[in-house]
């Protein structure tokens, strides 16, 4: 008997499906991927970075300063994240996250609701409170582990995130150089003694060297003003680059490596040691390393009880990185007229099969059987399998910038295909017998 | 010669530094890992699952509704975000990432800028415009991809993201389940005709399901109201909970399995069909699927050509999945009187290895070694290698709830250790030359 009620809306479409077999085919097939390339360069970018993020796909302004991520720049910033995240949890940090609104109450207690400025993006909720979307997070981290540092057993601590931020820029400029919205990783120890404190600076320095280098960035390390956060020593980590906002001099007798010497001085000054010349160079900076001391603690009343049981105050570090600028860097270092080369730890993917034309049998079929077995064999694969013209196809290709490209025309009737290899331009015809091995070779050569 | 100049402030501490070694040490030991345990009840935490997470150093409140995620539950986060990410990837959404700030003039064009009210969080820039802290991305992703989703070539796409939220409620409440701000996942799809947008509401319901059924969850599938976002057909995925803020009623003539009938009737009417009594239950939404149509598509001219090259709006689809509160709701349907229950595939750690006293030299030694050991067999482990009383180790290891624990006290002067089954709460006591096979067996029936 069907009984009368007042509201069914319909039966679940569940009904009779089951759990599907979990197993990933990421189909990164170009017909199907979202990468909406520009013939044009975009009259309002000014540098060659920003310039290609948007010719290739890559980025999307939504308001000045504020940009969508596409996929392809997403994978990058996941590579990022992912080495970030590896070398970090190296040197025993924690990562946490913190929330973006922050109640003015936390910022009134160190005093930077009213220093900050128009930077500080502010806001009130519907019952009339004030917050602020974070910009940086030493009161909200302070707070949350105020409680339980209370003892010197405790310390140090170390934590990270990686979150997006804000910051009201006057000048929004450069594309993700110097936006509103962007991508931190922001660190944050805390220690019982400046000796530890100093372990903690030293360790990051060095994880950010491994990270930068990982990234394939040429930078430098450049002694700094710590700024509006204030704070003892600080020093920042400064991609080279001919856009950079910066201007770092430095001694020639070291070179581009990181573990050259660096100092700070004023463009066109001396040598300081008259071992080199003075070099100068412009640096975008994806990094920062400061010792805060106890500026927050003391004004938040972070303490702990040292070993003769005295009330000391927290002593603190903070270090961050800009996951969207690193990106950005490591573009306005690798490219060339045709468009990016990415260093292959970033890179999006790091074999683009294109194939000429998908309406000859013989071309689909085996660009198809190489996407699959490069696949197979651990590599990360973009399959251009649109019905676009060759030349369309190339041109995105060069734009693009992956490591390795393989491009599946005529002369696979004769079992060949043609290997580029994008950093050096070189290409090699390469029977479809070797290709596994080729591949392997060019890419494990690649930078 | 030293040549004198205005400002060096030192030299770079980078010198002399190599590059680490790239390893992952990763070393979890509780004596130097953020896990704030609280012994009290927190007294405005109502419901269980928001007790556990603030007693056992899961999370901490900012502000009403704004929660930090401490290390323990961003690992879940993380756990949870990669089931989401690789079922969505399986069924070809392509991950991006959208940002937070949102101009008013793209919500003026749907008129949701007027409509939504007091829950979307506004505010205005150094340059007084308005902006929204955006709740969900219909606009931003409709402007990003109409330009190019100009012809039914290009369609249908298929797009997801894993966001922080932000929505202003009246009344925050239960910790994670109704925040300010939260992370989503959010998807939308595009198509040129109703069936696609049928065929890919029928894949996202079948990810979900997926989802829902790896993060250990039950729950049912409801047809919907739409509510503000608007659209032809919803429903929603509720984990079943007595806290749950929705009453969802069906026929038990299925079962708690996914794939039972599930309609939406009031409370205490009758069974629809007269097979099976009607039982109730309540929900906690953690995923919503929605066709959308053309609402928003007609309102922002987002058009493409058929193929006919007839002009036609995209017709839409948007999905979302409430990753924090998947959660909440995972640890309020996984709980006793001890604490959480983690199901394996979202735990935070594996294993727990707990050594009862670190001053004995035995102990301490044999629980080193089971740690690296476990670690070296693929297993994340939590150490506690904390001086405290064996009473503390133990109820905070209860506290945290992670699929096995292994105790390593007395009993290792004969060679044994204690095994504990944290969801069964089997105990046994394991030869530590059995060990790495007994963890390998009872890990594998865990849930």
Redesign the interface.
């Known amino acids: ?3 009368p ?16 077999p ?6 990164m097939k170009q017909s ?3 990468i ?1 390339t520009l013939r044009e360069v975009p009259s309002d970018a000014e540098i060659r970075s920003h310039q290609f993020l948007l010719r290739a796909g890559f980025i ?1 302004q ?2 000045a300063g ?6 392809l ?3 990058v ?2 590579k990022v994240e992912g080495i970030v995240r ?2 970090l ?2 040197i ?1 940090s ?10 003015k109450e ?1 910022w009134d207690q160190t005093g930077r609701w009213d220093v900050y400025g ?2 500080l ?3 009130k ?2 019952h009339n ?1 004030d ?1 602020a ?1 974070g910009p940086t997070h030493e009161e ?1 981290i302070t ?3 105020k ?2 540092l209370n003892s010197y ?1 405790k310390l ?4 990270f995130q990686i979150q ?1 931020k ?1 910051r ?1 820029e ?1 000048r929004p400029r450069f594309g993700l150089m110097r936006g ?2 962007f991508i931190m990783k922001d660190a944050y120890t805390f220690h019982a003694t400046e000796e530890s404190l100093d372990e903690a ?2 360790n990051f ?3 950010y ?2 990270i930068f ?2 990234c394939g960035l040429h930078f ?5 003003d710590s700024g509006q956060i204030g704070g003892s ?1 600080s ?1 920042e980590f400064m991609a080279l680059a001919e856009v950079g906002e910066d201007t770092i001099v430095y001694s020639t007798t070291g070179n581009f490596a ?9 463009v066109g ?6 071992n080199g010349e003075i070099a100068h160079a412009k640096g975008i900076e994806v990094g920062h390393v400061f010792k805060l001391g106890t500026k927050y603690s003391e004004a938040m009343n972070a303490n702990f009880l040292d070993e003769n049981q005295k009330k000391q105050s927290l002593i603190m570090g903070c270090y961050g990185i800009g996951i969207s600028r690193v990106l950005m860097a490591a573009l306005e270092q690798n490219n060339d007229d045709n468009g990016m080369i990415w260093p292959k730890a970033i890179a999006p993917f790091d074999v683009h099969v294109v194939a000429v034309d998908m309406k000859k049998a013989d071309q689909a079929e085996a660009a198809e059987k190489l996407y699959a077995d490069l696949k197979m064999a651990g590599y990360s694969v973009l399959f251009d399998d649109r ?1 676009e013209r060759p030349g369309v196809k190339f041109s995105d290709a060069d734009l693009i910038g992956l490591p390795i490209r393989i491009t599946v025309g005529r002369g696979v009737s004769e079992g060949t295909v043609e290997l580029k290899v994008r950093s050096t331009g070189e290409t090699l015809d390469v029977n479809l017998s070797e290709i596994a091995q080729v591949v392997k070779d060019k890419y494990s050569e690649a930078k």
Do not use: W
């Open positions: 008997m069907i009984v009620f007042t509201r069914i809306l319909r039966r679940c479409a569940v009904k009779g499906l089951g759990v599907l979990i197993f990933c085919r990421k189909d199907q991927y979202f909406p999307r939504v308001a504020v940009y969508t991520y596409l996929p720049a997403k994978r910033l996941n590896e070398e949890e190296a025993g924690n990562e946490l996250l913190m929330p973006a609104l922050q109640p936390l128009g930077e993006v502010r806001l909720d519907r409170r917050f979307l909200v707070e949350v582990v409680d339980y057993k140090p601590l170390n934590v997006t804000f009201d006057a509103r919205e600076y030293h320095v060095k994880a060297t491994n280098t990982r430098r390390m450049v002694e700094a020593q020093a990181a573990n050259s010497e660096v100092v700070d001085l004023p000054a001396p040598s300081p040691d008259g019905k």
